[in-house]
């Protein structure tokens, strides 16, 4: 191991021959996906070549260094692996919403333009055009009473029963 963190290439050939099937076979175990095994297992080995200098004998040999290290990289593998798959199931739980169907929008917002057309006309002719400067122009009610020449109080009746017979057309609740 000391030749290994000195750099010697021959000494990591010499450590990865005699290391790679136990990494291997402890990470297959664990992470249980052939592929998946193989890329953990080259990890632990890079980790194994950076890590050298931090090797202790007195800890314990190689072979069970190198085993805890597999352990521990495959394990975060797995872990990993489970909290994308979990994030995934609570994004898709959370997504309960429709597609948006432009046609569908286009057709409702059509007939209620012409359920209000219509409830419009059911409309005196001076609640309708009080009600049409208001809404559609954008006038307020002392704006109102001044294009049509007539008292405030009055237009604010014409709209206040205009307004009530649409709702009441149009079957909204109060």
């Given at each position: ?6 750099g010697d290439k021959?000494?990591?050939s010499?450590?990865?021959d ?6 291997f ?6 992470v249980?996906?052939r592929?998946?095994s ?13 890590q ?10 190689v072979r ?6 597999a352990?521990r990289?495959?394990v ?9 798959y979990?994030?995934?199931?609570a994004?898709?739980?959370?997504d309960h919403s ?35 400067m208001?809404?559609y122009?954008?006038?307020?009610y ?12 009055t ?12 709702r009441?057309?149009?079957g909204?609740?109060?």
């Amino acid at each position: 191991m000391q030749q290994v963190a000195h750099g010697d290439k021959e000494a990591f050939s010499t450590l990865y021959d005699a290391l790679a099937p136990l990494v291997f076979g402890i990470v297959l175990k664990v992470v249980r996906d052939r592929a998946q095994s193989e890329e953990v297992a080259q990890e632990v080995m890079i980790d194994l070549w950076r890590q050298a200098a931090r090797y202790r004998p007195e800890s314990g040999n190689v072979r069970t260094w190198a085993a805890t290290i597999a352990h521990r990289r495959a394990v975060d593998r797995v872990r990993s692996a489970q909290a994308a798959y979990d994030r995934e199931q609570a994004t898709a739980a959370c997504d309960h919403s429709r597609p948006f169907d432009e046609v569908v929008e286009q057709v409702e917002t059509r007939l209620e333009s012409e359920q209000v057309r219509r409830c419009l006309r059911g409309l005196t002719e001076l609640q309708r055009q009080a009600v049409t400067m208001a809404y559609y122009g954008g006038l307020t009610y002392r704006e109102v009473a001044a294009a049509l020449g007539t008292p405030l109080p009055t237009v604010k009746t014409r709209l206040r029963d205009g307004l009530i017979r649409l709702r009441d057309c149009m079957g909204v609740s109060a």
